[in-house]
Every structure is written in C-alpha cells, then in structure tokens.
C-alpha cells in the first residue's frame, strides 16, 4: 500500500510540475474537495474551449489530488459567465488511500478590470479503490489570471 500512496504522489506531482509551464490562472478552491476544504487550483489549457483544472487539497488528515478534463468550457449566452463541466481522477492520500473518479460542472466570471477569475462548480466523487464511496459538493474558486 505504501508503493501505491509513493507512486500516486509522485505522478501527481509530475502532473502538476508538468502543465505549471502552461498555466493560465493560479489560485485557491473553497469548499467540500476529496475530503479536505482548501486546494490550491490551477487552470491549465488544453485548446481554445478545452482545459485542465488541477487541485492540491490540503486541510483535513491528508492530501487530494484531482486532474479534471474540462471538455466543455464555453460562454452561457447573453451573460459575462462562462460554464464548464468535465471530469478526470482523484487520488486521496492521508491514513486512509481512496482512488476514483471526480465530475464537476459551474460556472465562473473574469473580471475585466482586475486578473481575477471566481467560478462556483459542483463536484460529485465515487471512489472505488479501499472504501466505495460517494461524495459531493459546492466549491469556491478564486484564481489569479497569468499573463
């Protein structure tokens, strides 16, 4: 069990170290996330309506890692919002292992006089790897915009 935790950490951290070269917004989740309530979030593009938002979560007994594809991200018609949905793995680290996968849906803003985005998504959880299980629930998210 100890290699598998080894192994999740280092490929999660590979990921991270990874797509930190092509990172657009930078900043803090808010929120129920992979059993903890702080992560630090990262949006990470992958083509003109398609990405990679990432979080590191920290604040309970462990670390979460989450990698959610979001294939959808596009404007919500007549507003200033934009929605994305998608979904990807999530890697729980702590006294307890959990291994499954993440969705998530919201929708976010980006201010115009400031680099400063803030979204509110829903983020259900089913793991399956040492308990099954099923978790969800509402985040916050204030990113910094990199230029």
């Known amino acids: 069990m100890k290699t598998i935790k080894l ?6 951290l ?6 930190e070269s092509q990172a657009q917004e930078i900043g803090l989740r808010f929120g129920q996330l992979n059993g903890n309530n702080v992560a630090l979030d990262g949006i990470f ?9 990432a979080n ?7 670390l979460g890692i989450d990698a959610l594809w979001n294939p959808i991200y596009d404007d919500i018609p ?11 793995p999530s890697i729980y680290l702590g006294d307890d292992f959990f291994f499954g996968g993440a969705g998530e849906i919201g929708a976010e803003y980006a201010f ?3 680099p400063i985005t803030i979204g509110l998504d ?11 299980e099923f978790k969800a629930g509402f985040g916050l998210n204030v990113r910094w915009r990199l230029p």
């Open 122 to 132: 829903f983020r259900p959880y089913l793991f399956l790897v040492e308990v099954t």
């Open 78 to 88: 007549d507003t200033d919002l934009k929605w994305y949905a998608g979904f990807g």
């Open 7 to 12: 192994f999740a950490l280092v490929m999660g």
């Open 45 to 53: 593009a992958t083509g003109d309506f398609s990405r990679i938002h």
């Open 56 to 62: 590191v979560s920290f604040g309970g007994d462990g």
């Open 14 to 19: 590979a990921l991270l170290t990874t797509l």
């Open 112 to 114: 115009s006089e400031v």
